[in-house]
């Protein structure tokens, strides 16, 4: 039986976490998953009141990072790390441009232009080492939910009133949450249930693109855990994670070993550079723990290796062509100036989208959309959204 363990551990003041400014009042309840694999409700309190604001001190202005949220939850306990008075800068992402839910616009004399945060309480859901957010946390963040419901009556209206981040402003977050939508549904059912019982499955994220599985190849990168991180670029980096590996899955060519630095704690640690069965070159942590590369050449017996299985790109909702003259160009990638065009979509059109990236070169990020069958890139503003 979980219970909800709620404690109040405030962090420090600090203009990069907690300004201490007010709520305007409190219009929803904004859900996050913390994305950072392994790391408790605790280890969250101890970067956001020590590590962050440190961190922020030495940087110059524009590459400080502003982040906090009111409530981590994890597998045992509920931490409210922030006063459920004051603002949190948990969803605006990208500015104004990406918000998706104009009910949320709050205007302040920081914020002119109009902010989510200004009208939210936000909760974190922490995740597991294997990237999946356990039962135990997702029947807490549900028991939290009827806590701030019964503080707040207005948020009572679950449906209305509870949302994950992606609904605000199209980041991809909470990533389980977003790429199962049925996860989403099972919180807020459990949310408005009487006696919460953990779900039977852990929430887990969906790679949108699997990498491929043969049995018997050389030099193979395998990953011994679910959801393991890859990276576009050397680096530790949530902003440079290229995608995620499913357990047993992997790249079929290890290259060489390099070392490289966090710049975040000035730590270091092993990568492999792997290349992918078109050649593209990812890299992947080297522990041991987490990766296995098998050296042995493949015999001539090995049997084939087996296809993939294709899952087509999963709908989780629509978007209808706004704030165009004629048409929307569809995008073979997330960046406007690297791409080519698919095709256009018309002004007033709908098109299924599988999600949003932030991409490059768009200050309102991309939706990924469906188009004849496969992935495509609209830019965010043209795009309004529905929710299936
Ligand atoms: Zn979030």
């Given at each position: 039986?979980?219970?909800l363990?709620?404690?109040?551990?405030?962090?420090?003041?600090?203009?990069?976490?907690?300004?201490?400014?007010?709520?305007?009042?409190?219009?929803?309840?904004?859900?996050h998953?913390?994305?950072?694999?392994?790391?408790?409700a605790?280890?969250?309190?101890?970067?956001?009141?020590?590590?962050?604001?440190?961190?922020?001190?030495?940087?110059?202005?524009?590459?400080?990072?502003?982040?906090?949220?009111?409530?981590?939850?994890?597998?045992?306990e509920?931490?409210?790390?922030?006063?459920?008075?004051?603002?949190?800068?948990?969803?605006?992402?990208?500015?104004?441009?990406?918000?998706?839910?104009?009910?949320?616009?709050?205007?302040?004399?920081?914020?002119?232009?109009?902010?989510?945060?200004?009208?939210?309480?936000?909760?974190?859901?922490?995740?597991?080492?294997?990237?999946?957010?356990?039962?135990?946390?997702?029947?807490?963040?549900?028991?939290?939910?009827?806590?701030?419901?019964?503080?707040?009556?207005?948020?009572?209206?679950?449906?209305?009133?509870?949302?994950?981040?992606f609904?605000?402003?199209?980041?991809?977050?909470?990533?389980?949450?977003?790429?199962d939508?049925?996860?989403?549904?099972?919180?807020?059912?459990?949310?408005?249930?009487?006696?919460?019982?953990?779900?039977?499955?852990?929430?887990?994220?969906i790679?949108?693109?699997?990498?491929?599985?043969?049995?018997?190849?050389?030099?193979?990168?395998?990953?011994?855990?679910?959801g393991?991180?890859?990276?576009?670029?050397?680096?530790?980096?949530?902003?440079?994670?290229?995608?995620?590996l499913?357990?047993?899955?992997?790249?079929?060519?290890?290259?060489?070993?390099?070392?490289?630095?966090d710049?975040?704690?000035?730590?270091?640690?092993?990568?492999?550079?792997?290349?992918?069965?078109?050649?593209?070159?990812f890299?992947?942590t080297?522990?041991?723990?987490?990766?296995?590369?098998?050296?042995?050449a493949?015999?001539?017996?090995?049997k084939?290796?087996?296809?993939?299985?294709?899952?087509?790109?999963?709908?989780?909702?629509?978007?209808?062509?706004?704030?165009?003259?004629?048409?929307?160009?569809?995008?073979?990638?997330?960046?406007?100036?690297?791409?080519?065009?698919?095709?256009?979509?018309?002004?007033?059109?709908?098109?299924?989208?599988?999600?949003?990236?932030?991409?490059?070169?768009?200050?309102?990020?991309?939706?990924?959309?469906?188009?004849?069958?496969?992935?495509?890139?609209?830019?965010?503003?043209?795009?309004?959204?529905?929710?299936?």
């Amino acid at each position: 039986m979980v219970k909800l363990n709620y404690k109040k551990k405030h962090i420090k003041k600090h203009p990069t976490t907690r300004t201490g400014i007010k709520l305007i009042r409190v219009q929803a309840i904004v859900d996050h998953w913390t994305a950072n694999y392994g790391a408790s409700a605790l280890n969250h309190f101890k970067y956001f009141n020590t590590t962050l604001p440190n961190l922020n001190d030495n940087l110059p202005e524009n590459k400080k990072r502003y982040a906090t949220a009111h409530i981590f939850v994890d597998k045992n306990e509920a931490l409210e790390l922030v006063p459920l008075d004051e603002v949190c800068f948990g969803a605006n992402d990208g500015g104004t441009p990406g918000l998706k839910l104009s009910t949320l616009r709050a205007t302040h004399p920081q914020y002119k232009e109009g902010n989510a945060n200004l009208l939210c309480l936000h909760v974190e859901m922490c995740v597991e080492e294997d990237g999946t957010i356990h039962p135990d946390t997702i029947a807490r963040t549900a028991l939290v939910h009827q806590y701030l419901q019964k503080k707040f009556p207005q948020l009572k209206d679950t449906k209305n009133r509870i949302v994950r981040h992606f609904d605000v402003t199209g980041k991809n977050c909470p990533a389980p949450m977003i790429s199962d939508a049925s996860k989403w549904n099972e919180l807020l059912e459990l949310t408005d249930a009487k006696v919460v019982i953990p779900p039977k499955n852990p929430a887990e994220v969906i790679p949108e693109e699997k990498p491929s599985n043969p049995e018997n190849k050389t030099n193979w990168l395998r990953s011994k855990t679910e959801g393991l991180r890859y990276y576009d670029t050397p680096s530790w980096l949530d902003k440079d994670v290229a995608g995620r590996l499913q357990k047993g899955y992997g790249f079929p060519q290890t290259v060489r070993k390099i070392w490289v630095k966090d710049p975040r704690d000035n730590s270091a640690a092993w990568q492999y550079e792997v290349k992918n069965s078109r050649g593209k070159v990812f890299y992947v942590t080297a522990a041991e723990k987490h990766v296995s590369v098998e050296r042995e050449a493949a015999k001539s017996t090995a049997k084939k290796p087996l296809p993939p299985k294709q899952r087509g790109p999963k709908p989780i909702g629509e978007i209808t062509i706004i704030g165009v003259s004629n048409a929307a160009i569809i995008q073979d990638r997330p960046d406007r100036l690297k791409s080519k065009n698919l095709g256009t979509i018309d002004k007033g059109k709908k098109i299924k989208v599988t999600g949003s990236v932030r991409g490059k070169n768009s200050t309102s990020g991309y939706w990924e959309v469906i188009f004849k069958g496969r992935l495509g890139y609209v830019t965010g503003e043209f795009g309004k959204y529905y929710s299936y």
